[in-house]
């Protein structure tokens, strides 16, 4: 499989203080990759790197072309859609106006129309309440708000930040379900960071595990799945 | 009762350009969290200008949009040259940053167009409105302009994807970043806007007021009123906040007799003071909430 995102030797700074030491770390085209570690390891700055929204050294290429030093908006425009930790919705635009600004890059109206028609289909909840300002939303709406948001942009790779954190396990179930799909009909790669460690290892086939900005190990999802020793020392299951 | 409905029109129509002058405050509160104290002093430039075109000839309503171009250019330019290379630093450099424009615009009109107080013609016309006489000509005018101008914005942000855009990048920049949108044009944008809001305010208010380079002082100072009592979060409040205004100061001032003419400017900053204190956030804004 060809690597869609690969980034070297990536060191990440907030102020002086040094939180990324020289990560190694791919994406396949059209594979799930998850992130994985306790918290403060860095899984949150690796994204925030990823989109330009903090100060790094190393090289990031998506696509064969390096994108570190460029603007967010910029990277966000090659077609990589970051669904922050928190969501970042814009709660008081309603439903409808945050897919219409998930598609601010786009100028093809019918297909932006399209599009938000293609959100509601897997988020049939959104539909109901596309007049409703997005504050409004419970978590879990905001959730695939967000996800949907992302969608709007066409991606071609897509960073979740915690999608599950704060969510009901039914909710996250139906989630992560919506993800793989996306992963499967939609050929969307998708770089996971999760604290559910089991949840992340079950959607995703390559794994990274971080402590404290450097990588530990990395592996298929199924061989650290197996692993008894990093289940018990790193992942707490 | 004549008397009444005669200060409440003509306060309206003063009220009118507070309106503007808080909406412009707001729009650039929104982007940036700071208080453009230089608001005003723009928008006395943009009226020099627009008077400048009238005595080389130009018809009014030409020289009215031309005015209204280059101010938006203006404004754009000032954010770009000025606010954009400190948009990180602490809000004293803000400040600072905002009395030297102020003092510069100030002193710069002095210098261009000297001192001396203008009259500025009333595209209007003067004498009653109709006829009738609750209300002359000239206020029933800059009621009509400012409720167009208003009423452009209003769709403008509502229904226009760049309008949705500059929404989205005021309410969370860095959200509107990952969705590909420039925050940072949206900002220069917004000062664009906001300056070329100001040119309107100072041109119908210059008919009133007189041109001069103070002119905007008290102005500006309503206009900030008129924003805090709506709510510094909200452009709808801020426009209703600047009506109110208006129609406050010539109540106040015919109906208190300690107010009369020369204690009015006290009751905005009273205003301020006591919205601050009781309601911070303003009649329609939201209490800013942080977790920490």
């Known amino acids: 499989m060809s690597k869609l995102l690969e980034a070297q030797s990536l060191c990440a700074y907030y102020g002086p203080t040094q939180v990324l030491f020289g990560l190694a770390l791919d994406v396949n085209d059209g594979g799930i990759t998850t992130l994985l570690g306790a918290n403060g390891a860095g899984k949150t700055t690796t994204l925030r790197s990823l989109s330009g929204m903090c100060r790094t050294t190393g090289d990031i290429r998506f696509e064969g072309k390096a994108i570190n030093g460029r603007a967010t908006e910029d990277i966000v425009r090659l077609g990589i859609a970051h669904v922050p930790q928190g969501r970042g919705t814009f709660s008081r635009q309603t439903v409808e106006e945050n897919l219409e600004i998930g598609a601010m890059t786009r100028r093809d109206r019918k297909a932006i129309a399209a599009d938000v028609e293609r959100v509601y289909g897997y988020f049939p909840r959104l539909k109901e309440r596309h007049r409703q300002q997005a504050g409004t939303l419970s978590g879990g709406e905001q959730q695939m708000l967000a996800v949907g948001r992302a969608m709007m942009l066409r991606p071609r790779l897509m960073l979740l930040d915690e999608p599950s954190f704060g969510l009901a396990p039914l909710v996250v179930e139906e989630l992560f379900g919506i993800l793989r799909t996306l992963n499967r009909s939609e050929k969307v790669s998708m770089l996971l960071v999760e604290q559910n460690a089991a949840l992340a290892l079950d959607l995703a086939d390559h794994a990274y595990l971080i402590e404290t900005g450097r990588l530990v190990m990395e592996g298929p999802a199924q061989q650290l799945r197996d692993n008894e020793n990093i289940r018990r020392a790193y992942l707490g299951y | ?292």
């Open chain 2, 1 to 292: 009762m004549e008397l009444f409905l005669h200060q409440v029109l003509a306060g309206l129509a003063t009220g009118g350009i507070y309106a503007c002058m808080a909406l412009a405050v707001v729009m650039i509160y929104q982007a940036i969290d700071h208080l453009n104290f230089a608001q005003g002093e723009m928008a006395m430039f943009s009226t020099f200008i627009a008077w400048q075109l009238i005595q080389w000839g130009f018809p009014y309503w030409l020289a009215f949009g031309a005015t209204i171009v280059i101010s938006f250019a203006a404004g754009v330019l000032i954010e770009r040259v000025v606010l954009r290379p400190i948009h990180d630093a602490p809000i004293l450099s803000h400040v600072v940053a905002f009395i030297a424009l102020l003092s510069i615009l100030n002193s710069g009109a002095g210098f261009l167009w000297d001192w001396t107080i203008k009259s500025f013609a009333s595209p209007f016309g003067s004498g009653q409105f109709l006829g009738q006489t609750l209300i002359n000509k000239h206020d029933a005018g800059m009621i009509a302009v400012t409720i167009l101008l208003l009423l452009l914005l209003y769709l403008f942000f509502r229904h226009t994807r760049i309008g949705l855009a500059m929404r989205a990048a005021a309410a969370n920049p860095e959200s509107a970043r990952l969705a590909g949108i420039r925050v940072g044009w949206m900002t220069a944008l917004g000062w664009g806007m906001a300056a070329a809001i100001g040119s309107v305010a100072g041109m119908l208010i210059a008919p009133v007021v007189f041109l001069e380079p103070n002119m905007m002082l008290s102005i500006l100072l309503y206009g900030f009123a008129g924003a805090v009592v709506g709510g510094l979060t909200s452009p709808g409040g801020a426009v209703f906040g600047g009506f109110l205004m208006g129609v406050i100061e010539n109540l106040a001032g015919t109906y208190i007799p300690v107010v009369g003419r020369e204690m009015k400017l006290s009751i905005a900053l009273i205003i301020i003071v006591a919205i601050l204190t009781v309601k911070p956030s303003g009649l329609f804004g939201r209490p800013v909430v942080t977790r920490v």
